[in-house]
T-cell receptor, first 109, second 113 residues
Framework: GQNIDQPTEMTATEGAIVQINCTYQ??????LFWYQQHAGEAPTFLSY????GLEEKGRFSSFLSRSKGYSYLLLKELQMKDSASYLC??????????FGGGTRLMVKP | DGGITQSPKYLFRKEGQNVTLSCEQN?????MYWYRQDPGQGLRLIYY???????QKGDIAEGYSVSREKKESFPLTVTSAQKNPTAFYLC????????????FGEGSRLTVL
């Protein structure tokens, strides 16, 4: 099975940088996804990591350490519209995703 | 445009009634999924189908049923056996391979009166 843990809530200031952590325990790890979900809407894909290291996509970056079972999502130059929930999801050898509980990020002026 | 369409967006149900949520995709994806989301929670898998005419139970299948008669369609029925059906339901499809992302519909919010 899989177990995905991430903080429930975080608060940050507009223009700042925030790091959202995710730890996972999974049999047959086969990559890790991050999704963004605004309240009442569907999740949208942000990133996928399967190799160790940092993947950068504009203001958002995602990091993976397979040996530590750890990932983080880094959001730079925070904007008010970044207020949302961020979902970490582990992919296993059977190509099934397990989602964490999500981290609700509140960006304040 | 390719995508996933869920309907209805909002649904109210009386206790003891079955309701069916529609999910249609034109992405030509083999795999389709139904998730349930409760307030402030992550996504929990109800059922999934990796190919037409086949589907598997997820983590919380009790009180739900599905069918997959066509590649494009994966309807979910919430039966009266589901004790706490009020939730946000999300349908998704996925292309093959480990890196294939899930594409989600807009969701259906079911409220039991």
């Amino acid at each position: 099975g899989q177990n995905i843990d991430q903080p429930t809530e975080m608060t940050a200031t507009e223009g700042a940088i925030v790091q959202i952590n995710c730890t996972y325990q999974t049999s047959g790890f086969n990559g890790l996804f991050w999704y963004q979900q605004h309240a009442g809407e569907a999740p949208t894909f942000l990133s996928y990591n399967v190799l160790d290291g940092l993947e950068e996509k504009g203001r958002f970056s995602s990091f993976l350490s397979r040996s530590k079972g750890y990932s983080y999502l880094l959001l730079k130059e925070l904007q008010m519209k970044d207020s949302a929930s961020y979902l970490c999801a582990g992919n296993n050898a059977g190509n099934m995703l397990t989602f964490g509980g999500g981290t609700r990020l509140m960006v304040k002026p | 445009d390719g995508g996933i369409t869920q309907s209805p967006k909002y649904l109210f149900r009386k206790e003891g009634q079955n309701v069916t949520l529609s999910c249609e995709q034109n992405l030509n994806h083999d795999a389709m999924y139904w998730y349930r989301q409760d307030p402030g929670q992550g996504l929990r898998l109800i059922y999934y189908s990796q190919i037409v005419n086949d589907f598997q139970k997820g983590d919380i299948a009790e009180g739900y049923s599905v069918s997959r008669e066509k590649k494009e369609s994966f309807p979910l029925t919430v039966t009266s056996a589901q004790k706490n059906p009020t939730a946000f339901y999300l349908c998704a499809s996925r292309s093959g391979g480990a890196s294939g992302e899930l594409f989600f519909g807009e969701g259906s919010r079911l409220t039991v009166l």
